[in-house]
C-alpha cells in the first residue's frame, strides 16, 4: 500500500478520482495554508514523511511550495507530483499559458474557495491589504473541478467581496491531475 501526503486543497478532488488511480493508499492530508510558512511546511512534510516511511512508496501532492521541497523528501522513497503549483495539477502548463496571454488572474480550486480566507489570513492580509496584492489581477478563474460550482457560490460571492476580483468559472476535468499522480507513482517504481 501506497501514502499520499497531500495538501488539503487536493481533498475533494482526490475523493473524486481515488477509485479510478488502480491502486491503494491512504492519504494523509496537511493544511491548505501551509505553503505560506516553509518552516512550517517543511516540519508539516517531515513529520508526516516520517510517519509514512514504511509504506511501500510515498507520493506527494503539493507544487513546488518549498524552494527545497525536492531535498526535503530525498531522504525517503517518495515522488512529488509534477507541477509547479496546485493550480498546474488542475490544468496543463499550455493551457495556464495559453489564459495568461489575456493578462493576469488569480486562480481558485474548490480547496481554495473553501481555504482562501485562511490562507489570507496566514498571510496577515486584511481586506485592504488583499486588494492591493491583488490589484494588478484582471480577475479569477474558478477552476470547477468537480462540475459543483454552485455548490461555492457562497465561497466565491465572499471571496469577491473581499477581493473586488470578478470570477470567470472555467470547467475542468479531473485527467490532468490524475495523469500526475500516475506518473510520479510510476517513476518511483520505475
Known amino acids: ?3 499520499i501526503i497531500a495538501c488539503g486543497v487536493f481533498k475533494d478532488e482526490l475523493e473524486s478520482i481515488s477509485k479510478d488511480l488502480g491502486f491503494s493508499f491512504e492519504v494523509h492530508y496537511l493544511g491548505a495554508g501551509l505553503h505560506v510558512d516553509f518552516d512550517k511546511i517543511k516540519k508539516a512534510l517531515v513529520t508526516e514523511l516520517e510517519n509514512c516511511k514504511d509504506y511501500e512508496g510515498i507520493i506527494v501532492l503539493y507544487g513546488e511550495c518549498h524552494p527545497k521541497i525536492r531535498e526535503i523528501l530525498a531522504p525517503y522513497k517518495a515522488a512529488l ?5 496546485c493550480v498546474d495539477a488542475f490544468i496543463t502548463r499550455k493551457d495556464m499559458e495559453k489564459r495568461a ?5 488569480f486562480y481558485l480550486s474548490p480547496g481554495w474557495a473553501k481555504a482562501w480566507r485562511e490562507i ?3 498571510l496577515g492580509w486584511s ?10 489581477f484582471k480577475g479569477a ?4 473541478t468537480l462540475g459543483n460550482a454552485l455548490d461555492y457560490e457562497q465561497n466565491l460571492l465572499e471571496f469577491f467581496d473581499y477581493t473586488l476580483l470578478s470570477i470567470e468559472v ?14 510520479a507513482k510510476n517513476e518511483m517504481e520505475g
Open 1 to 3: 500500500m501506497y501514502a
Open 81 to 85: 507530483i509534477d507541477c509547479q503549483n
Open 127 to 136: 481586506q485592504e491589504e488583499a486588494r492591493l496584492q491583488l490589484g494588478a
Open 120 to 122: 489570507f489570513d496566514a
Open 141 to 144: 478563474f474558478f477552476l470547477d
Open 170 to 183: 472555467v470547467p475542468v476535468d479531473l485527467d490532468h491531475f490524475k495523469s500526475l499522480i500516475l506518473r
Open 101 to 105: 496571454s489575456c493578462g493576469l488572474f
